[in-house]
């Protein structure tokens, strides 16, 4: 069945060795003060600190900093960088880093001259945007949320223990986005394969649901292949240009809202994981793994079509003289293998998660209700316990 869609992205993408040749030019259409935001002291190991304030200089702006976001940032950390936009009057806000700077760098946008508290308003209200906001940029060097073109910002209130995410309009999209595959080499591997799950989530989010669209399916089988193939081959080699490109596109595509066009989606995975993001402060795409394969599992027999075209069409598992119901339980499996194959962690406990904090987390977890099956508090401590 096929949903009515209005799509449009305004974010420009700078993509390949040489993208950072294009700031210069960019910034051009910006006010005098830039607010670098970045994670630790990753980007300046690299070299990618040096080269961006070079280009800030040359480019005659003034930069102020704000440092240490986390991966999973903070209402607190947030709140910094809104009082440096308005001290400094600041006319770009460039992330630099991974996700959640670039989530980071949005909260700060809408936030920075919001007069209500922004958190509540709209994280945990979706209240339109009634505020002035900033203009967003960004250069990535970690890939996985797809944030680099998208409105969505997930923030993490740590006196509350809520972890909310929120889908911003365009003009709060970044303007542009740098993508040099190079910056990405210096991951680990541990967050290397937990980016290519949050990629694979993102698409099995939009996939799973009860909406079939022929094209957008077809897109997201294809991306994610192209994730398992690519990601096994930078696991041999970390530094293969062409698997690292693959993998940052890939991840790009599936969160820059062209594969979720005509479909309602489902999003509770990624719903239970930001509450055990928020009492664990876990790798998000671990979070999102752990959870995922009982989730499934739990949902399947409200999509067994869909998952047995996800075993087949994804897995290349042969369906010849097998019902349904195993197909798509073979599905699973593979993506179970997948996992372990991959080093990924499947088990919430090695993520940090105590028994005690699996009711908390199930009991302050936002229901959906537009998958498969909607969940209960109860169901989703079920599911919890099952992958603890």
Known sequence: MQIDFTYYNPTTIYFGKESLSNLKGELEHYGETVLLVYGKAAIKKNGIYDNVIAILKEAGKKAVELSGVMPNPT???MQEGCELVRKHDVGLILA???????????GISVSAYCDEDPFTKYWLQYQPVSNKTVPVASILTMVGTGSEMNGGSVITNEETKIKAGRVFPADVYPRFSILNPEYTYTVSQYQMVSGVFDTMSHLMEQYFTGTDSNTTDYLIEALLRSSI??????????????????????????????????????????????????YTDCAHGMGLAAISLPYYRYIMPGGIDKFARFAAEVWDIPAEGKSRETLAKEGIDALEAFCRECGIVLSLKELGATEDMLPKIAGSTFILGTGYKKLTAGEILDILKECF
């Open 96 to 106: 630099v880093g991974g996700g959640s700077v670039i989530d980071c760098a949005k």
């Open 75 to 77: 209402y607190s950390k």
């Open 229 to 278: 193939d690519n990601v096994r081959v930078a696991l041999k080699n970390p530094e293969d240009y062409e698997a690292r490109s693959n993998i940052m596109w890939n991840a790009t595509l599936a969160l820059n809202t062209i594969t979720g066009l005509s479909k309602v989606q489902d999003w509770q995975v990624h719903m239970i994981e930001h509450q055990l993001g928020a």
